[in-house]
């Protein structure tokens, strides 16, 4: 468990001279971590078989925030998609400020036979960005000069949003919006909105988050190896070793549209938001090793 006490925000001020926000050393934010592992290692006459699994998990809170305890902290994010740190939520607590314009009974309001879009005069709860755990589970198998291991990694929990979905729904060049335009158009209600319509309200710059806030719970392959020695005696006395290596090698579950651990910024409260990120990368490669 750690606390950490007194920590620099901005926080916004009244608008009257010539700054809009201040810097300030406040709050209390503590971490509440635990990581288990076991592994196991077993061998057969020529063949060995060694695993391990770990998994870890944090628990952040927002003890403390401000002197007022019903004031809040905006710390910015995409237009109509930001963290806001509350006393009791957690830092990357995520909100949206605008949805669809409903009616009375709650339902998405038609006028003029499309959707449109309202802003929120209180920002809602959509979850948070941080993972509730993390799996890693390892493998690693030998036999005769062969060598051969895999890795496997999965995390639990947790939100992603994408505007770059949202972007491509609105330009028409994704494959939601292509499915969209072969059903005739997007269910709402009891009839159907045509896909550009309600994309030119729903996708975009300003997009109705509740469309493109993702689960972040995804299991891959993270790394794989092959390797094979030769016999000392085939070449002399001297020990070769040939081997094929990957990284990021297959996703084996995600329903986001982008890679969830693929971030595109370090900074600490834009985690989990995707605006025209690079794809993640898959690296394959090959290694000689020869000892005399």
């Not at 060049?173 to 292509?178: D, F, I, N, T, W």
């Not at 081997?243 to 090698?249: Q, V």
């Amino acid at each position: 468990q750690s606390d950490t006490k007194n920590q620099t925000f901005l926080r916004q001020i009244t608008l009257g001279g010539a700054f809009n926000r201040e810097y300030i050393q406040a709050g209390d934010v503590q971490n509440r971590g635990l990581e288990l592992g076991i592994g196991y290692n077993k061998k057969w006459s020529n063949l060995r078989w060694s695993a391990n699994i770990t998994y870890s998990t944090n628990r952040n809170r927002v003890v403390r925030l401000l002197d007022n305890p019903n004031e809040t902290l905006r710390q910015g994010g995409l237009n109509g998609c930001e963290v806001i740190l509350t006393q009791g939520g957690t830092m990357g607590d995520l909100y949206m400020t605008s949805d669809f314009k409903r009616d009375a009974e709650g339902n998405i309001a038609i006028k003029d036979g499309n959707v449109s879009q309202v802003n929120l005069t209180n920002p809602s709860y959509r979850g948070s960005v941080l993972p509730k755990g993390n799996i890693g589970f390892s493998n690693d198998f030998s036999w005769k000069g062969f060598n051969f291991g895999f890795v496997v990694t999965a995390r639990f929990g947790g939100i992603v949003m994408s505007q770059t979905q949202a972007l491509m729904d609105a330009y028409g060049v994704s494959k939601a919006s292509a499915d969209a335009r072969d059903k005739g158009g997007i269910a709402v209600n009891n009839g159907l909105v045509s896909a550009e319509q309600y994309y030119a309200v729903v996708g975009g710059e300003n997009p109705i988050w509740s469309e493109y806030i993702y689960s972040a719970t995804n299991a891959r392959i993270q790394e794989a190896h092959l390797a094979y020695t030769f016999p000392r005696r085939m070449l002399g006395g001297m020990e070769l070793t040939l081997g094929l290596t990957a990284n990021n090698l297959l996703m084996l579950y995600n329903k986001a549209p982008f890679d969830p651990e693929a971030t595109a910024s370090t900074g600490t409260y834009y985690q989990g938001f995707d605006y025209l990120m690079q794809p993640s990368l898959r690296t394959l490669g090959f290694n000689v090793k020869l000892k005399f």
